[in-house]
């Protein structure tokens, strides 16, 4: 290991914790509606969203009509953007004139996009238009990381309030969060990509004429725009098939570095933002600390793996053992495991490096981020009501231990609550194991895997994981693009996200109707370094428990076998 490497790892760490705090802040005013610097030119425009929609501002929804309008948006969303990929060949903005998509891949994509996924069984420059590209997947990057940003405030109402029948209005809450959050934020941040050389036009594809004489296309689009909502809002799905191992979408050291800080930005802000909202920022340390621990230590097993490399290479005797196969050698193996890791614990799925050449205990520690939940910080909003759920279930089981009811923020935690969450639990942790077994004993299923033995079962592993956690990312040794991984990774996707967004919703509804209960003697304390060491051994217990076995037969016993000697 390298001193140099060490310190660009505790430096990312800090500095993005230094910005995420006065975001957090500048959050919690926005959905509080106190005033922000931006309100004289968003306020009028917000007005003129309300008036043209029919919006009413001033209505506030209980739960069940606020998930009536989360899921009215985004089956709306899936079935134009579906319909969308379908009618490309005939629409305008398509100058290298590629033809609709194949119908089942198209409903693969829409499901993908819509929940804030972005898995790409397609090359972005060999099958999507500028058109495609732009209105249809770009617009759900924003109202996907959107929605989950409401939902989350809509939990933290329901917290929060005492008595109420409601939790807010979703398309306020939407609203604020694309013209207050992510607009401005994907401005800033889209010139700054397209400074340092990110490609930004609208012009056909380049012909060159190589050195050998061949004629060459080079892809080149509306990509800077793109790649700044792509990593603020956790979607990942890039432009380009390399997505940022390309180097018109990661051109220069510095944009590695601002894509990993929007990758972290918004989840590790929101849960600042929590703590402001529940007037106790003490809270929001904890959750944040019980975060920072799994994460650190998924950092660290991640980058030894990395540095210390294959021992069959090693007994080479080459000068540097490290894996540097698959990895952009512009950035080496601390920011190539640094950008794996912050991208499977937040939900992102953006990758500088191939996730598939990743040695089996990073691949191992990649798949568990999300098969944790993804809530080690987790995708924007939906990473911390994730971990909400498990703070919940955390404070019950200490409820259990020591027979007294469980309370958290003055309020019961009772049967209702508790069956939500083990429901938000379950729901994508059966689709990845059903799924994944499913696809490792049928044809359908092994056919598209490129590794036999224990890699290949983690490419089918990692497929339905990376799915059902709305992550994206993938082990891209595994052809996905099939009529029976085009259906059941969207199935994935779906229930992966509303499965546990509904749920989330049904506890915001329960709880914002209870009153407030004053705390005691037994009253067990969520702040402190203490409950945050409890909830991240929550977390973990939670996910050995559900994973192990089936992490067991594929990159644990791989990295067994690589150290015996033996490969596939």
């Known amino acids: 290991m390298k001193s140099m490497d060490l310190l660009q790892l505790g430096f990312f760490i800090i500095l993005f914790l230094l910005l995420a705090w006065p975001l957090g802040r500048y959050m919690a005013k926005v959905y509080r509606g106190q005033r922000t610097w931006l309100d004289p030119v968003l306020n009028p425009l917000e007005r003129l969203f309300y008036k043209i929609s029919g919006v009413d501002p001033d209505h506030e929804m209980g739960w069940w009509e606020y998930t009536v309008a989360v899921m009215a948006l985004n089956i709306l969303g899936i079935v134009l953007l579906f319909l969308m990929q379908l009618a490309q060949g005939h629409l305008p903005f398509n100058p290298q004139h590629f033809p609709g998509v194949k119908w089942d891949l198209a409903l693969n994509t829409a499901v993908s996009f819509v929940t804030n996924t972005n898995w790409q069984n ?21 109202l996907s990381a959107a929605t989950a940003m ?25 609203t604020r969060t694309v013209l207050w959050i992510l607009l401005p934020l994907s401005i800033i941040f889209a010139l700054l990509f397209a400074s340092q050389g990110v490609i930004q036009t609208l012009h ?12 060459q296309t080079i892809a080149v689009g509306p990509v800077a ?76 097993i991640s980058y030894w793996s990395e540095a210390t490399g294959n021992p069959l290479i090693s007994a080479l005797h080459v000068s540097s053992p490290t894996a540097m196969e698959g990895k952009e050698v512009r950035f080496g193996i601390a920011n190539s495991a640094l950008f794996a890791t912050a991208t499977t614990a937040v939900a992102n799925g953006a990758v500088n490096a191939m996730h598939d050449s990743l040695t089996p205990l990073s691949g191992f520690i990649a798949m568990l981020q999300i098969k944790l939940g993804e809530v080690v910080f987790g995708g924007v909003g939906c990473g911390l009501y994730g971990m909400l759920v498990f703070v919940l279930l955390t404070v019950f089981i200490i409820g259990l231990m020591v027979g007294r009811t469980p309370e958290y923020l003055g309020k019961k935690i009772e049967s209702m609550e508790i069956k939500m969450g083990i429901l938000a639990i379950l729901l994508p942790s059966a689709c990845i194991l059903i799924g994944a077994a499913t696809a490792s004993v049928t044809k359908a299923g092994t056919s598209s895997i490129l590794n036999p033995g224990p890699h290949g079962l983690s490419e089918i592993l990692y497929a339905f994981a990376s799915a059902a956690g709305n992550n994206g990312s993938a082990f891209a040794g595994l052809n996905g693009n099939t009529l029976f991984y085009n259906l059941g990774l969207a199935f994935n996707m ?75």
């Open 204 to 215: 056909p594809y380049v012909t060159a004429q190589t050195l050998e004489g061949a004629q």
């Open 150 to 174: 409401a939902v989350l405030i809509a939990l933290i109402r329901g917290l929060v309030r005492r008595q109420a029948n409601s939790i807010g209005n979703f398309w306020v809450d939407l």
């Open 122 to 142: 397609y090359g972005g420059e060999s099958a999507m238009s500028y058109l495609t590209q732009m209105a249809g997947l770009t617009v759900q990057n924003f």
């Open 225 to 300: 725009s793109q790649e700044a909502i792509k990593m603020l809002g956790s979607n990942g799905g890039g432009f380009f098939n390399a997505n940022s191992a390309h180097p018109f979408e990661n051109s220069t050291p510095l944009t590695n570095l601002l894509t990993m800080l929007l990758i972290m930005l918004i989840p590790a802000g929101l849960v600042f933002t929590y703590g402001h909202m529940v007037d106790d920022r003490r809270q929001g340390h904890a959750v944040l600390g019980a975060m920072l621990i799994m994460f650190v230590i998924f950092l660290g």
């Open 494 to 568: 779906f229930v992966g996200r509303f499965g546990v967004l509904i749920p989330v919703l049904v506890i915001a509804g329960t709880m914002v109707r209870k009153k407030s209960i004053p705390a005691g003697p037994g009253t067990f304390q969520t702040i402190g370094p203490f409950f945050a060491v409890v909830l991240a051994s929550v977390v973990l217990i939670v996910g050995a428990l559900t994973f192990f076995p089936a992490l067991a037969l594929g990159p644990l016993v791989e990295h067994l076998l690589m150290w015996s000697g033996k490969v596939f």
